[in-house]
Every structure is written in structure tokens, then in C-alpha cells.
Nanobody, 123 residues
Framework: QVQLAESGGGLVQAGGSLRLSCTASGRTFIRIAMGWFRQAPGKEREFVAAISWNGGTTGYANSVKGRFTISRDNAKNTVYLQMDSLKPEDTAVYYC????????????????WGQGTQVTVSS
């Protein structure tokens, strides 16, 4: 398994931006697809964005499409989530995850998870 550590969360006003980072360690980062998920209080953890091992394929939840951008830098073992035009409903704990089954938007395909970082968007 790969160990993951998120950073970059915080408090931001509606309409603002944040960039989350997730750094991997423990095994080679290349060839591993990555994803971001989020969980709001009282709700299930949901898919946000995913990226293939070489960055050639990306996917987004409809709720964030056009506002969030996922990217990765394999030389730095890091995946990013740029979040723009944030809304109060984006408030959640955000988790990065690694899939050794290839690119996927399904939570069940992700076997390694970070500890999460809180994002709070005020209205």
C-alpha cells in the first residue's frame, strides 16, 4: 500500500479558492491512479475527482465540474485538487485515495486513503 498525506484545507468565503495537495510515500507513485473524495457531516463519502497514472484521463463529479481541477506531478509524488468558485455545499472533509486497479470513479476501487483535510466554505 501507499501512504497518503493531505494538506491545504482551511476556511474560505464563498466564491474563493483553495488548493489541496496529497503526497504519497511507501511505494512508487507512478502507475497508480489517484482520486479525491469528500464527506460532509451525516453524509456518505462521495467521489469528487480522479486522475489516471499519467494524467491523461480525468473525471469529475457533476457537482464540481467546471470549478475543480485535479492534476498530478509524478516527480513530486503529489496530486492536487484546485478548487475555485467554492460554495458552502462544498464544506466537507476531503480525502485523497490511491487505486491500484487503474483509473476509477468508484470508491470501492481505492485501497489506500489519507487522513483527510477539512474544507469549510462560509456564506
Amino acid at each position: 500500500q501507499v501512504q497518503l498525506a493531505e494538506s491545504g484545507g482551511g476556511l474560505v468565503q464563498a466564491g474563493g479558492s483553495l488548493r489541496l495537495s496529497c503526497t504519497a510515500s511507501g511505494r512508487t507513485f507512478i502507475r497508480i491512479a489517484m482520486g479525491w473524495f469528500r464527506q460532509a457531516p451525516g453524509k456518505e463519502r462521495e467521489f469528487v475527482a480522479a486522475i489516471s497514472w499519467n494524467g491523461g484521463t480525468t473525471g469529475y463529479a457533476n457537482s464540481v465540474k467546471g470549478r475543480f481541477t485535479i492534476s498530478r506531478d509524478n516527480a513530486k509524488n503529489t496530486v492536487y485538487l484546485q478548487m475555485d468558485s467554492l460554495k458552502p455545499e462544498d464544506t466537507a472533509v476531503y480525502y485523497c485515495a490511491a487505486s491500484e486497479m487503474g483509473y476509477s470513479t468508484l470508491r470501492a476501487h481505492y485501497s489506500s486513503w489519507g487522513q483527510g483535510t477539512q474544507v469549510t466554505v462560509s456564506s
